[in-house]
């Protein structure tokens, strides 16, 4: 507390919460935000992404507090390090605006922050720039340089420079969808005091909420004689879960129909999510008291990545729920823990399953079976797992696999055979039904691409356009056949990420280099021989092979046809082709 009081008295955009949280106010106030643009207006100006863009509206608002601004290279090393700001404050997780030294600006120097959409946000005066490494923060924050973690394979196209300085917040970012909904931490708070009970039980979830979720909330606010905060976030996710228009429509009939109105808050958080485990659940601690809560319920796998690129968990199940509670005094939020649900149809109650009698008949559906028995297939899902409206909005939200998208991407050296196999994978697609886009690596260079060149940053650039159109194909339904030589490993793995893990099929065409240089009918091998080309992929450039793709086919051994029709048959395994 002194620390917090000390941090107080030197600042005056921060003020107390009723709840003892503090919060920070950085937007300016209205009379000034006419002239306040007008000058930003004059300014060079820095196009921030999603992530940055959410960042900044959780630091506007105080949902970040006692954190004022991006942090600099001090504070920055003590979160990595000791999970501390310089202050003593406890922040888990760092939160920078990262530049390419290209754009970096000079120290001193004003910058307009613009959204992906150009449109104004704020104003930061530069007052620190300093370089930082990938693979520190990585091991540091989340304690794994695995390329399947989706904020490790992001981090590698974040500029390589971090810049500070004091922020003028002139708007927040707009939204259009359930505006009603999107609650500052003050305006939560001051609806939760309405509310009239001492204790808030906040609930984290990027997911529709299962019986047993609604079962352990219940629970909860009963056992702490609370009300709950249903807390769900709406900014960045997991690559590849439920959007979140459908998951708010699920919230916003469970709370109307199943819940006490008088003990429900639903309230929605733009949060940019690392999936960093433990550190994310101490740090969605620290924010829900901000947002007015005295507990977290933190289940198991809290904030988990999934499977690293040898199938194992990159977390241990529980390892967030013992994180959060080291620090739960400190931070003044209780974490109540819950462990896996099971379903008891004799009783028609859900349990722990370290409570369940030994005899008894238990049910359950696992992420897995979701997906693969119920969603893909189709499948409605029973009544005891979910509410029947819940299940109704979630099925058209999410059709069958064989009318899901999937992007099928083809990767190896330049000769190895891609866009023969690509060609005939499309064809035989189509005669399946399929809608199909070829996204062939010389033809978007043509129409796409023209003008970059083949240096490391140029072949990123191109690789990411690919990218994003195969996930807006994948998106909408469509299959994208991508067929790119894509030499580098954490490119392919930001592309993974862009579509969705669940409907992205990495397929290696492992031709020897040999071989391609005897098919080689460009003669591009031969030029890069002679130091014509520099730059040449397997020549005088590295290409890293996939460590664990979903497919590998060798077309030294096996005919185009031959590979296509193996890799149909995959799809089918899949569901994503009927049968």
């Not at 070829?438 to 043509?446: A, I, P, S, T, Y």
Request: proline letters at 5%; one cysteine or more; glycine letters at 6%.
């Amino acid at each position: 507390m002194e620390v917090i009081e000390k941090h107080l008295a030197t600042n005056n955009r921060i003020i107390q919460s009723p709840y003892g949280g503090i919060l920070v106010d950085l937007m300016i106030p209205p009379e000034e935000i006419i002239e306040s643009k007008r000058y930003a207006n004059t300014l060079a100006s820095i196009q921030i992404s999603e992530r940055i863009e959410c960042d900044l509206e959780l630091l506007a608002t105080g949902a970040f507090s006692p954190l004022d601004q991006f942090m600099g290279k001090a504070d920055y090393d003590c979160v990595l390090d000791e999970m501390r700001l310089t202050n003593g404050y406890i922040f888990p997780i760092p939160i920078t605006l990262p530049v390419e030294k290209k754009i970096c600006p000079k120290l001193g120097q004003d910058i307009a922050l613009r959204n992906t959409k150009n449109e104004l946000l704020a104003i930061l005066t530069v007052e620190e720039i300093y370089e930082w490494e990938l693979d520190e923060a990585a091991r540091k924050v989340f304690d794994t340089l695995d390329l399947r973690h989706p904020l490790i394979a992001e981090m590698h196209s974040w500029g390589k420079f971090n810049i500070s300085g004091r922020l003028k917040v002139l708007q927040l970012p707009r939204h259009f969808d359930f505006s009603d909904l999107r609650l500052t931490p003050t305006q939560t708070r001051a609806r939760l005091k309405k509310l009239g009970r001492e204790n808030v039980v906040a609930f984290q979830t990027r997911n529709p909420l299962h019986r047993a979720h609604e079962e352990l909330t219940k629970k909860a606010i009963e056992d702490k004689d609370a009300v709950l905060l249903l807390h769900p976030v709406v900014g960045m996710t997991k690559p590849g879960d439920i959007d979140h228009y459908s998951r708010v429509r699920t919230y916003k009939i469970l709370a109307e129909r199943y819940y006490d109105r008088e003990r429900l808050l639903l309230s929605l958080i733009p949060l940019a999510m690392r999936m960093a485990g433990p550190r994310e659940a101490l740090w969605h601690a620290l924010i829900r008291r901000n947002y007015g809560a005295t507990h977290l319920i933190v289940g198991r796998d809290h904030a988990s990545p999934g499977k690293d690129s040898k199938g194992q968990p990159f977390y241990q199940p529980y390892a967030a729920q013992d994180l959060a509670r080291q620090f739960s005094e400190e931070l003044a939020v209780e974490v109540i823990p819950f462990r896996e649900l099971i379903y008891l149809p004799e009783q028609d109650s859900y349990v722990e399953v370290d409570q369940a009698p030994a005899d008894a008949v238990t049910r359950s559906i696992s992420g897995t079976e979701l997906r693969e028995e119920y969603l893909n297939k189709g499948r409605r899902l029973p009544d005891w797992f979910m509410r029947y409206e819940a299940a109704t909005i979630l099925a058209r939200s999410h059709p069958p696999r064989h009318q899901q998208g999937v992007c099928v991407w083809f990767t190896g050296l330049s000769g190895s055979g891609k866009s023969t196999t690509a060609e005939i994978l499309t064809e035989t697609l189509l005669a399946h039904g399929r809608r199909v886009t070829l996204l062939d690596g010389d033809v978007v260079r043509n129409y796409l691409s023209a003008g970059l060149g083949f240096t490391k940053i140029d072949r990123d650039i191109n690789v990411r356009r690919i990218g994003f159109v195969a996930a807006e194909i994948a998106h909408h339904g469509g299959v994208a056949v991508c067929a790119a030589v894509s030499p580098y490993r954490a490119m392919r793995n930001e592309v993974r990420n862009m579509v969705g893990a669940d409907c992205f099929i990495e397929v290696f065409v492992d031709t020897p280099l040999e071989v391609c240089e005897q098919r080689d009918a460009k003669g591009i091998y031969e030029k890069a021989r002679r130091g014509e080309i520099k730059n040449l992929t397997g020549i005088n450039d590295p290409y890293e092979s996939p460590q664990n793709p979903e497919i590998v086919i060798e077309t030294d051994f096996a005919s185009p046809e031959q590979n296509a029709r193996s890799i149909l048959a995959f799809l089918k395994k899949r569901g994503f082709v009927l049968k």
